[in-house]
């Protein structure tokens, strides 16, 4: 089994900067891609970015040059830098890995959600 843990989400006022972190723990012998997903009230859920092992990165439009993802594979974690934050990314961000629990065997894996409210 693989547990998934977010962290670093909070209150945050127009402009301001958060890093939000997902720590993967469990048996598992590698994790492939990693992403951030995030859902509004009342919205569908949406990517935001994703960061493949080799560390080619994806982002949505809408932040494209405020966003960083970056993991670090030693430690099995994702991050998520949010510079520059609008009212509009307030959302519930949560975190999806895609994981070899076996030898060419992948599951997908969410975390279990971090509040991120942008507000002044």
């Known amino acids: 089994q693989v547990q998934l843990v977010e962290s670093g989400g909070g209150l945050v006022q127009p402009g301001g900067s958060l890093n939000l972190s997902c720590v993967a723990s469990?048996?598992?012998?590698?994790?492939?891609?990693m992403g951030w997903y995030r859902q509004s009230l009342n919205n569908q859920r949406e990517l935001v970015a994703t960061?493949?092992?080799?560390?080619?990165?994806t982002y949505e439009d809408s932040v494209k040059g405020r966003f960083t993802i970056s993991r670090d594979n030693a430690k099995n974690t994702v991050y998520l830098q949010m510079n520059s934050m609008k009212p509009e990314d307030t959302a519930v961000y949560y975190c999806?890995?895609?994981?070899?629990?076996?030898?060419?065997?992948?599951?997908?894996?969410w975390g279990q959600g971090t509040q991120v409210t942008v507000a002044s």
């Open positions: 960061i493949s092992r080799s560390g080619r990165t």
């Open positions: 469990g048996s598992f012998l590698s994790i492939q891609t």
């Open positions: 999806n890995l895609d994981v070899e629990y076996d030898t060419r065997a992948y599951r997908t894996f």
